[in-house]
């Protein structure tokens, strides 16, 4: 049984899967729909030459551009593609003109190859504080910061890698923009997840993961008073993947973005309440946190490796997660989790075989 009319919706529309897909924070799985507007397109570069196939999709590409941006808040114009969300960071950084050794604040969930790409570009990291246990950034201490000092930048993880907080960006965009200091969002882990206008300067992402779109596409937005300190330059397209990521953007406008948002908080919850203290395996999150993003911390004494070797165990028996290491969020601490991100097609017996087979591992 689905966990909602929505679930059967969403299964109906793309392949049977051969296991239990509970990764949809790594990469979603596609509708056939969104197969099939890729394929199409390279049987028409491989027909017709691809300059001239992308000439003859010009319509299609400006619907799918316009779809992206109103999720997220910006104009069509201003949405710039790469192959990733990193490549799309990395275009943002070289393309801003920052200060030698720019400061930036980011929050204890940043993703650790961001701050390995801040790093590498001499740049002054320092952690925000907490405003509770989960991690969320505390946005009055912020408020209070910035009347003293002010970073060049604010970077926010909207989701992290290792934990399905969902971060107050729009509070922080709006403390940051009070102390006129602009605000950075990764929004690999929440576009198609989480409502993701947030009123950011800049924002990036990727097609892979909740909006189900094709690997190999990612996208970076920022808005006209920046554009005089960043220039973004528009780079070879996989055009193909371009019209499979507005196809799969199509399908949750179609539905209605703010729906699916629901749906996905609620079988977050679900999913919490159905794991949560099986065989010493503790959810990380609250329970009703609005993301589908769970983490799991395992008994006591296990380390990485043996949250490798616990994915794997799960993955021959037909259910596939992330073992999420401390390099995901290295701010965060140096604890491991497995990593549990159903669908909206996840179904109660997946959920429930996960509970059983993780109940006497270790044991």
Known sequence: MYCSELGEQWHAARVEPSLAHLDAASAGRSSRSTV????????????????VAADDQAEALDASRAAIASLIGHSPEELSYRDSARAALRALLNGWALPMSPIVWVGKNEFGPNLAEFERRNFAVRAL???????????????????????????VCHIGSASGVVQPVEQIVEVAHNAGVPVVVDMAQSVGHVPTVTGADAVYGTARK??????????????PDALAHIDVFFSES???????????????????????YAELAA???ITRERLNGIGSWEVVEPVDEASALVTLAPPPGWGPSDLHAAKAKLLQSGILVTAAEPWRAPLAGDRSFLRVSPHLDVRREQLDDLANAIRTMGY
């Open 129 to 155: 504080p907490d405003a509770d246990v989960y991690g969320r950034i505390d946005v009055d201490a912020l408020e209070n910061m910035l009347q003293f000092e002010q970073p060049d930048f604010i970077h």
């Open 238 to 260: 996989f055009i193909a993947g371009q019209l499979g990521l507005g196809q799969a953007v199509a399908e949750v406008v179609e539905i209605g973005s703010d729906r699916v």
């Open 36 to 51: 099939d507007s890729i394929t199409r397109h390279l049987q028409r570069e491989a027909e017709r030459g691809a300059y």
């Open 210 to 223: 909740w909006l189900t779109g094709p690997r190999g596409v990612g996208f970076v937005a920022v808005r």
């Open 267 to 269: 079988i977050g919850r």
